[in-house]
């Protein structure tokens, strides 16, 4: 351990020495300067210090006695495929450096082969360095050679800089990869271990720009749904209480007065969150109005409110505006944005044209060239567009309306309801929305030959684009991979349905998605086997499949539905998964996972919508249909009462390649899904109990839940912020902006495919499943934002709304109703780590994942590394060493006058320690 490390130490004790003997709130900064989060990992943590990769580059890492040890499992680089050295990176970013300012670099590397590394500091874009290697800050020029190291050798580092330009924000890299352009040979050969230790960044100017750590966040000890309850509905919270008899508590209103009371049901342990639970029951209050709960071992809730239609109005708009927002080809006017900062998240049009070269990759060679698949909604924070995700996105959208029709609710989305560009042409605004993308489906035919007619899988950027960028300042190559039966279904399903949508209301469309349907659905007949691989993720989602049997009943019955042509209900009836609706999910890249339905699992969907369509079928299919859904439904019920937070979703096998068991990637969007199959057993009863269960649900995402976060951006006291989103970046470059409002986060997963998250510290399997969260934009694996969560989310807000007394509001939207994303002061901190250290602290560790501990899965990071976009430094590097230690004790003074001095005295002789030590570090003396 550093001299630095025990004079923070000694400081911080003599700090808190003064404090306690006055009144002083605010004490000044321990080691004032210092411009890092994290700098000896001595308590298990190494954010905001995290690794990053480039395919090929592969790295695993941990944090283990007091270091942040990386191990390379392929350095990447051109040879291999990749790029260069910063295929392999250690990076932290959140720094601001300013022109003039004198700064020093300390940090020791000991790696376990010899080799070399380069490091830097600069901008993200990679084309900006104000230091690197040994610079001095003004012969850069001059040091542009990776720095060589021998093997086992501890280099020890301190030197000084002084910046020659401004960097708002900026990053401290190493890049440890493979050989290119700018690298001969690579840096460390695979199976290299490097350990660092003692980073620090020292503004040795000034101390206006340190680290500043996040105050935590700290959780109700009731959990409700933030945005509020519904008159007429189940309303429940989750009490935290290790009593094993039920606790008293009260509902008290705006004035303060109780207006209900009651007696908590003991739960006790509750499994998926590692928590000691009650519910909290208060359906019996009806009345509208802002109230909080309190209960007398202490606990209370926060502010909520009963029957306000308005805000779940503003929800199911914000929620649709997503779309608007993701798409590809057309620019984004502020006029058409509902929430958030309209001018900053307009943006000029991506991809427009999407020219994208075809592959022949999957054993595929049937066309070439390139094709125009302008249009679309990208799929997740990246740039991609993928059919079997945009396919189950565009169903649950149409579906929306198609249950609206159904119930009678459809004016809710008549021309004019949404803002869009396409509002005053007389057509449905949400079947205008769904066009964009049944559009975009139909760009992706095979043109001729042997697959004409099938769909190409997805199409992408040829490699993963990072964080902070514009799909219109995105200029890498685009590319389809070769189509699959599983897209090609999709594209008939949706046709299908959407033929029946617009018959009478377009026409034309209407017979072009038919023909469309009929064509795709005999290719896929043509080719039953044709599959995406389940880990091909360069550049993109895999989106991997193994068996479309499932997709082939879909399209069969959305088929039938159109047409009423018996040959595809006699596809549809011999089919395994004829009238079904599972409640678990096998197969492709899930196993056992407790939902009905998601990308790669679409038999749910034809069932579901042969109910909406009874009259389209015969009446015993539709009375089995209808029996199969409600069977599920009561499932999920029974899974709500079971858990201590009224979720309809539990923990299962984690994924076809991780065997542990905790929640999946998208656990929120299980949450969604489900929900919905519990709405259409009300929309097929009347049956009250199956609209609260759907409530359950929401009050699960929007904050009764462990982690007490409304998952949804924008709507609660303590939301989501950061969602993994390439252009909605705020938190990283202030160029960019935050999200809008009814972004819903992905969610807790078990998985931690993301270094963001482990470099919390968390190891795998000793986080409950439900706590697997945090909120941050580089936590793509739990914080990821996708359009096939958010139509889910969108149809949820749109049934709960419209079976309220008021409906659904019209013109409702996040601006409209006063909410507000503002961004915390996150400038140089690790933003989220605070609430998740706050959970993850008091909970209890469950043992069932001990088989892993903390391995980086396949998934490849989507936040890629930045590239150095040029060389540019020079210093002296010192050899390893025993430290001298000298500490000078300062007794703190015991009286009020005395503390303020002494709180100046240590700030000074820190600071004069270092530069001392500075000066012996430089004579080898050390």
């Known amino acids: ?40 990992f001595e308590e298990g943590k190494g954010l905001p210090w995290h ?45 601001k450096i300013v022109a003039g300012h004198q700064y020093r670099v300390q940090y020791e590397i000991t790696p376990s082969n010899a080799g070399k590394y380069y490091t830097k500091i600069g901008n993200l874009e990679g084309n900006v360095e104000i230091w690197h290697n040994m610079s001095n800050g003004y012969d850069l020029d001059a040091t542009w050679d990776p720095i060589q190291i021998g093997a086992n050798e501890t280099k020890k580092v301190d030197i000084t800089f002084t910046a020659n330009q401004s960097l708002d924000v900026a990053e401290w890299a190493f890049h ?121 071992n202490g606990a209370s809730s926060r502010d909520f409110a009963i029957g306000d239609s308005k805000i779940y109005s503003a929800l199911l708009y914000d929620s649709l505006n997503y779309f608007y927002q993701n798409r590809s080809g057309i620019a984004i006017e502020s006029q058409y944005i509902t929430s958030g900062d309209a001018s900053s998240l307009a943006r000029a049009a991506g991809h427009a044209p999407d020219n994208a070269t075809i592959e022949q990759t999957w054993g595929y060679s049937a066309s070439s060239g390139t094709q125009d698949v302008s249009g679309g909604w990208y799929d997740a924070g990246d740039h991609g567009k993928y059919v079997v995700n945009g396919g189950i996105s565009l169903w649950m959208m149409q579906n929306q309306y198609e249950t609206a029709v159904w119930t009678g609710t459809a004016a809710a989305y008549a021309d004019g309801t949404m803002n869009l560009p396409e509002n005053n042409n007389g057509y449905p605004d949400l079947l205008d929305e769904a066009r964009w993308q049944m559009e975009w489906m139909m760009t992706m035919l095979v043109q001729d030959g042997e697959c004409k007619d099938m769909a190409y899988h997805k199409v992408h950027d040829e490699k ?70 389940l880990d091909e993720s360069v550049g993109g989602g895999a989106y991997g499949d193994d068996d479309a049997t499932d997709e082939f009943y879909w399209a069969a019955a959305e088929l039938y539905i159109t047409t009423g042509d018996d040959a595809y209900y006699k596809d549809m009836k011999s089919s395994p998964w004829f009238l079904k609706l599972p409640t678990t999910m096998d197969g492709g890249e899930s196993v056992g996972a407790e939902a009905s339905f998601d990308w790669g699992h679409t038999a749910a969907l034809g069932t579901m ?67 919905v199959v519990i709405a259409y057993g009300y929309l097929l009863t009347g049956d009250q109990k199956y609209y609260d269960g759907a409530v359950s649900g929401m009050d699960y ?83 990821e934002c996708t359009i096939n969560w958010n139509s889910p989310l969108a149809w949820l807000a749109g049934f709960l709304t419209q079976y309220t007394a008021d409906g659904i509001i ?21 933003a989220g780590g605070s609430d998740a250290q706050m959970v993850a602290g008091a909970q209890t560790v469950q043992a069932n994942n ?32 025993n430290s001298v230690l000298i500490i000078v004790g300062i007794v703190a003074a015991v009286v009020l006058i005395l503390a303020i001095a002494a709180m100046i005295f240590i700030y000074k002789m820190t600071k004069l320690k270092l530069e001392a030590g500075g000066a012996v570090n430089k004579q080898g003396n050390e």
């Open 1 to 40: 351990m550093k001299k630095r490390n025990l004079i923070r130490r000694f400081a911080a004790a003599a700090v808190a020495t003064v404090v306690s003997f006055g009144t002083l709130a605010q004490p000044l900064s321990v080691l004032a300067g210092e411009q890092l989060g994290e700098t000896d």
């Open 51 to 95: 690794i990053v990769e480039s395919g090929p580059g592969k790295m695993d890492f941990d944090i283990t006695g007091g270091k942040y040890v990386i191990t390379i499992v392929n350095p990447g680089g051109a040879s291999r495929g990749g790029e260069d050295r910063w295929d392999c990176q250690f990076r932290h970013r959140g720094l």
């Open 176 to 296: 440890l990869g493979g050989d290119g352009q700018y690298t001969n040979g690579d840096c460390f050969p695979a199976g290299t271990v490097i350990t660092f230790d003692n980073m620090s960044l020292f503004d040795l100017t000034s101390d206006e720009n340190d680290y500043v750590a996040e105050t935590p966040w700290e959780r109700s000890g009731v959990l409700t749904n933030q945005v509020g309850y519904f008159i007429g509905a189940a309303k429940k919270a989750t009490l935290l209480s290790i009593e094993s008899k039920g606790v008293a508590f009260d509902v008290v209103d705006a004035g303060g007065q109780k207006v209900f009371s009651g007696t908590s049901e003991v739960l006790g342990a509750d499994a998926d969150s590692g928590d000691s639970v009650h519910v909290i029951d208060f359906t019996g209050l009806d009345t509208a109005g802002t109230y909080h709960i309190e209960a007398t």
């Open 464 to 533: 993963w684009t990072g964080l902070g960028i514009a799909p219109s300042e995105d200029t890498m190559n685009r590319i389809i991979k070769p189509p699959t039966t599983a897209a090609t279904l999709n594209v008939a399903a949706c046709a299908a349905q959407s033929a029946r949508l617009w018959k009478g209301i377009d026409d034309n469309f209407a017979a072009a998605c038919l023909d469309v349907a009929k064509r795709t659905y005999a290719a896929a007949k043509a080719h039953p086997a044709m599959y995406a691989p």
């Open 609 to 675: 919508s042969i109910c909406v369509n009874g009259d389209k079928v015969d009446a015993g299919d539709k009375k089995t249909a209808a029996a199969n859904v409600i069977a599920a439904a009561d499932a999920y019920i029974r899974k709500e009462e079971a858990q201590g937070y009224g979720q309809p979703y539990g923990a299962s096998q984690i994924a076809y390649n991780d065997t542990d068991k905790g929640y999946i990637w998208g656990s929120n969007s299980a949450v969604a899904d489900n929900a």
């Open 701 to 783: 995402l929007l904050g009764r839940n462990p982690m007490d976060y409304s998952y949804v951006t924008g709507y609660g006291t303590h939301t989501v912020k950061y969602p993994h989103h390439r252009y909605w970046a705020n938190l990283i470059d202030n160029a960019y902006p935050l999200a809008p409002c009814g972004v819903l986060s992905g969610g807790p997963n078990s998985g931690m495919q993301d270094p963001w998250v482990r470099g919390m510290g968390w190891k795998k399997g000793t986080i409950s499943p439900a706590k697997c969260y945090l909120d941050h934009i580089e936590a793509w694996s739990v914080n």
């Open 810 to 830: 019209v013109g409702s939207t996040g601006n409209g109703s006063g909410l507000a994303i503002n961004p915390q002061n996150t400038a140089n901190t690790a």
């Open 850 to 881: 001990s088989g892993n501990n903390g391995g980086v899965a396949a998934q490849v990071n989507a936040d890629q590394p930045t590239r150095n976009g040029g060389e540019a430094g020079t210093g002296t590097v010192t050899g390893g060493g």
